[in-house]
């Protein structure tokens, strides 16, 4: 479909694919809704766009891929690919922000920062839509099941706590949110998943993920409560900095 307001990606994909396999593309237009419906009903088909080989018909980009011995996605299947991204991310910005200070990467306050910069963006992914999240986060998070008002805090807790951290300000704040929040995350995830053997999806990453809760998430939550008990001892002068 390639319409004033509307060019099909899927379309777009599979001119690229086929060139990348070193056929060469044939493109047909469905320049308009009536083509497009016509097209459809031609073919016997629910979609377009839909790839012709020699005169014979794969299908559509999904089609394609599989032709071609590739792995469609699937929307539904569980994945940890976005707290690895995301986790990626965040620890080449803490070794970037330790650079840029120190003149290294090997610092301290790359690996306090890696954890900050994680909180911060975990509570943006959540804070885009926060009642998605809370309805995933009520599925398994115990204070939440008891006062469903947490599911709402939670975000802006957990960001708030994050920023104060990457700023080394109001610990006082800091260290007892974070604590608190991920003790309860931490002992939520066990129980769910070790205990009661649940297989529940993370509102680690906002709601519209397919992240599989379990050893990811509750890594996540102790992480935030060794900060906060790093960030709390080196407060009170137990610990320093070399």
Known sequence: MVMDKHVCPYGLKAKHLLRSKGYEVDDHHLETREQTEAF?????????????????????????????????????????TPVIALFSITALMALAASFAVFGTIFTIHAAEWFIAFSMAILALLKLQ?????????????????????????YPFAEGAAGILMIAGALTWVSVPVAL???????????????????????????GGSNVPLGFIS??????????????????VGVVGLA
Not at 218 to 229: D, G, H, K, S
Request: with cysteine; net charge neutral.
């Open 180 to 206: 608190f929040i991920g003790t309860i995350g931490a002992v939520s995830v066990f129980k769910a998943v070790y205990i009661d053997k649940r297989e529940l999806k993370c509102a680690c990453v906002g």
């Open 40 to 80: 459809k009903a031609e073919h016997d088909v629910k979609t377009t766009p839909q790839i012709f080989i020699d005169g014979t018909r794969i299908g559509g980009y999904d089609a394609l891929l599989k032709h071609f011995g590739k792995e469609a996605s699937d929307p539904e299947e569980t994945s940890y």
């Open 129 to 153: 839509n926060v009642e998605t999240f809370s309805t995933m986060f009520l599925n398994y998070d115990l204070l939440a099941k008891r006062w469903v008002p947490y599911s709402y805090v």
């Open 218 to 235: 509750l890594t996540e939550n102790l992480m935030m409560m060794a900060m906060a008990i790093w960030m709390g001892l080196k407060a």
